[in-house]
């Protein structure tokens, strides 16, 4: 059909209409809210990069799950700072740890929220790497660097940079840690676990350990597709990981390739994965799409701490409408195909809707 015949307009000039035919509808039940809950922590701080979100203490984080249900929010997905770090993260598979704390606290006070556990070693570790590190192929690349003190001291006099010698995590040895850490939250209570450490096997081992452990019915959620992006700053400084040394792009994907994305969801569905989730969002569009016509599964999408400082900073200078551009993002998300939008703004969403 053409104009005169077709006119758009039609059912976009009476508001009743243009309500009934809308293709995509935002409903609080979708949304997860990252919460950040700190070892010690007595009530909360601000993250200064990140402005309306907080580090909670463990009282505080219970008031604000309470807070979130109340709005209408699906769930929370737990992000936890320990007291103590060390090269293994061995805090992340205590018993006894903050996120472990932390789950029981909320199931016991809010218990229709669903608590979903981010399952990663960089907050825990010293290192801030999301794994255990390799220190013997750590050595080998440096031999065969060979980069000595005096190449670098020429290299600086030319003003030119060294070559990066960075560490490496050690896959399969991380596996084990993801797999306890997975089980001991599990066993707190979290209604879902969520790997987003990127590392090659890690649904599989999850699962396995998960049904190991008589935990079959919970699922797994997991990061299938995360690139190594630069919109996650300000994440790193909420979860106080940033990695001491080199970055994570020798197991996060690199934000050229699409055709991996699929390859990588295809083995996470295949060990077990039941959600997939693309993280960021708001510049993967295509990515999304792509995963749910491939796949047909539940897609999850997490519009990252970059997205949210963006607007946060750009509405505080009054340079767009907040509420009308979060609104946009989200549904243009859902649009993409998302079923599940994990957003900072969940919370103020939700209650807004309602």
Not at 110 to 128: F, K, N, R, S, W
Request: some cysteine.
């Amino acid at each position: 059909m053409a104009y005169p015949e077709y006119r758009a307009r039609r059912l976009r000039d009476h508001a009743i209409f243009r309500e009934m035919i809308a293709e995509t509808t935002l409903e609080p039940r979708r949304l997860v809210q990252p919460l950040f809950v700190k070892e010690g922590l007595d009530g909360r701080a601000p993250i200064e990069s990140m402005p309306g979100q907080s580090q909670l203490g463990l009282d505080e984080l219970v008031a604000e799950a309470r807070r979130v249900c109340e709005a209408g929010v699906g769930a929370v997905l737990l992000f936890g700072i320990p007291a103590h770090k060390d090269a293994i993260g061995s805090s992340a598979t205590d018993t006894e740890g903050i996120v472990q704390q932390a789950v029981g606290a909320i199931k016991a006070d809010v218990p229709d929220l669903a608590v979903i556990c981010d399952v990663c070693l960089c907050e825990y570790t010293d290192h801030g790497h999301c794994g255990v590190l390799d220190e013997r192929l750590a050595a080998a690349l440096a031999r065969r660097a060979a980069y000595s003190a005096e190449a670098a001291a020429s290299a600086a006099k030319a003003g030119s940079p060294p070559p990066k010698q960075d560490r490496t995590v050690d896959n399969d040895a991380t596996l084990e840690r993801l797999a306890e850490m997975a089980v001991t939250c599990a066993e707190a209570g979290a209604d879902m676990v969520a790997p987003s450490d990127m590392m090659d096997g890690r649904v599989g081992a999850i699962r396995d350990a998960l049904d190991a452990a008589g935990l079959e019915h919970v699922p797994i959620m997991s990061y299938a597709v995360k690139y190594a992006s630069h919109f996650y700053g300000p994440f790193r400084d909420a979860a106080e990981n940033p990695p001491k040394f080199g970055d994570r792009r020798g197991y996060q994907m690199d934000v050229r390739n699409g055709e991996e994305a699929l390859r990588e969801a295809a083995a996470d569905l295949e060990e077990g994965a039941d959600i997939l989730l693309v993280k960021p969002a708001l510049a993967y569009g295509d990515i999304i799409r792509r995963i749910k016509d491939v796949f047909g599964v539940p897609v999850a999408a997490y519009s990252v701490s970059g997205e949210y400082a963006m607007v946060e900073a750009a509405a505080a200078r009054g340079w767009i409408d907040r509420e009308a551009v979060i609104n946009e993002i989200l549904l243009g998300l859902r649009r993409a195909g998302a079923d599940i939008l994990v957003t900072y703004w969940a919370a103020e969403v939700a209650a807004r809707l309602a």
